[in-house]
């Protein structure tokens, strides 16, 4: 422990007896880290998923035994034996999962509806039975989209017949009701797709007959723009459904002998301006002394970017 405090501190020399004190340089690079690392985090944002189940397989069979889930949701086989086993469905209803060891898994999305019976291969007494509900499945692809481009929404309902309707409904971050805004004809094996383009992080359904997908939100982020005006003097802008003015950008520098990002100043937006509705561009000029051709970005962090949005940066420019 001694060891790892020794690292922050310094050792200074007074009279016949040495003093330590905090490295102020040890300091400011772990500082730096905790930076880079925080950033990193806001900036990754997880893609939506389906919902998973999970059964349990033990000495006695499998936990539970009966499990119901909606179409297009996964469920996860975990060994919890000491023993091996193997998932075999009924009449090859669903592919055959391989031999799992203690502690293995074995997932499989079910894109069909129905009952599907199913047994361990290693011992036929262990049953278990999934019933997968009718219904129509949504997926968003990316999971993250750019103020102004749009989302492709897509999925498949559980009849696989062509020529059925499917309805999108959206509802937007602080709305409490949701929206319909698209509406799609399945084609072959039921697949449908059709394209959104929200205005801010938004919760998308479909429907299908009586029947709703799980809900998933697609993330949204504003437009960050950093811009050299002339020797020193910048300019930045947030551009999104709202006003960021009174919240901040994080400029930064790259420092190439430590290949990492450097905090240089936080930019507060300190005027907006209309766009095409309901576009709101949010902007500051600013100055700052670096050296020339030093790469710059700005981030507008999740803190920053509040509820509605996720985090953004910029794109790198020459100073």
């Known amino acids: 422990m001694f060891g790892e405090c020794k690292d922050t501190l310094k050792s200074i020399r007074n009279g016949d007896q040495t003093e330590w004190r905090p490295n102020r340089r040890v300091f400011m690079m772990r500082r730096l880290l905790g930076t880079t690392f925080a950033v990193a985090a806001v900036l990754a944002v997880a893609p939506a998923l389906s919902a998973t189940k999970t059964v349990d397989i033990t000495q006695a069979g499998f936990t539970p035994s009966k499990v119901?889930?909606?179409?297009?949701?996964?469920?996860?086989?975990?060994?919890?034996?000491?023993?091996?086993?193997?998932?075999?469905?009924?009449?090859?209803?669903?592919?055959?999962?391989?031999?799992?060891?203690?502690?293995?898994?074995?997932s499989y999305t079910f894109t069909k509806s129905g009952n599907f019976g199913y047994r361990d291969a290693l011992n036929t007494r262990r049953r278990g039975t999934i019933t997968v509900r009718t219904g129509v499945s949504l997926t968003a692809a990316p999971p993250v989209v750019a103020y102004g481009q749009s989302v492709t929404l897509s999925g498949a309902v559980s009849?696989?017949?062509?020529?059925?309707?499917?309805?999108?409904?959206?509802?937007?971050?602080?709305?409490?009701a949701f929206t319909k805004v698209a509406t799609a004809t399945t084609v072959a094996n039921g697949a449908w797709t059709s394209t959104a383009k929200p205005a801010m992080n938004t919760i998308y359904r479909a429907n299908w007959k009586n029947t709703k997908s799980a809900q998933l939100t697609e993330k949204v982020s504003p437009v960050v723009r950093l811009k050299r005006v002339r020797a020193h003097r910048f300019s930045t802008s947030v551009t999104a459904a709202q006003s960021f003015v009174g919240k901040y950008v994080v400029l930064q520098r790259y420092v190439r002998a430590r290949r990492a990002w450097k905090t240089v100043k936080r930019v507060t937006l300190r005027s907006v301006k209309p766009g095409a509705a309901p576009t709101m561009i949010s902007s500051a000029a600013f100055g700052t002394r670096v050296a020339r051709r030093t790469s710059l970005r700005a981030l507008l962090t999740q803190a920053q970017a509040g509820t509605c949005y996720a985090p953004a940066r910029s794109r790198t420019i020459k100073a």
């Open 159 to 176: 009849s696989r017949a062509s020529g059925e309707t499917v309805t999108v409904d959206a509802m937007e971050c602080g709305k409490t």
């Open 68 to 106: 119901t889930i909606d179409y297009g949701d996964t469920v996860t086989w975990t060994n919890k034996d000491t023993a091996n086993h193997q998932v075999l469905a009924d009449q090859g209803a669903f592919p055959t999962s391989p031999v799992l060891q203690p502690n293995q898994t074995y």
